[in-house]
C-alpha cells in the first residue's frame, strides 16, 4: 500500500499562503483521485479536496476560490496550495487516497498555523 509523507507547513499571518506538499512512497498514476484532508484539535478530519487522474479538481465550498490542488505524477507528488488563509485553517493537513479505503495509511500530516 502507497505510503504518503506531508511537508511545507508552517506559521503564517491571516491572509497569507502556503504551499504543501505530499510525496508518496510508490507510483500515484494508477490512483484515480488523490485527497487533502485536514484535522484540527478537538475535530474530526474532514475532507478538503481532491484531484482525479485527469487533473479534475474538487473542493468544499469553504476552500473554493482559496486552495487549489495539483499533480505530479512523474515525481509521486501532490499539492495544496494555500492562499488566504484564515485562523480557522489551523489544523494539521494530510493526504491519501480520495476515498480513502478503510485499511488507509495515514501519514504524520503537516501543521498549519495561521495567527497573527
Known amino acids: 500500500q502507497v505510503q504518503f509523507v506531508e511537508s511545507g507547513g508552517g506559521l503564517v499571518q491571516p491572509g497569507g499562503s502556503l504551499r504543501l506538499s505530499c510525496a508518496a512512497s510508490?507510483?500515484?498514476?494508477?490512483?484515480?483521485?488523490m485527497g487533502w484532508y485536514r484535522q484540527a484539535p478537538g475535530k474530526q478530519r474532514e475532507w478538503v479536496g481532491s484531484?482525479?487522474?485527469?487533473?479534475?479538481?474538487y473542493y468544499t465550498n469553504s476552500m473554493k476560490g482559496r486552495f487549489a490542488i495539483s499533480r505530479d505524477n512523474a515525481k509521486n507528488t501532490v499539492y495544496l496550495q494555500l492562499n488566504n488563509l484564515k485562523p480557522e485553517d489551523t489544523a494539521v493537513y494530510y493526504c491519501n487516497q480520495s476515498p480513502p479505503s478503510a485499511s488507509a495509511i495515514w501519514g504524520q500530516g503537516t501543521q498549519v498555523t495561521v495567527s497573527s
Open positions: 484531484i482525479t487522474d485527469g487533473g479534475r479538481t
Open positions: 510508490g507510483s500515484i498514476l494508477s490512483i484515480y483521485a
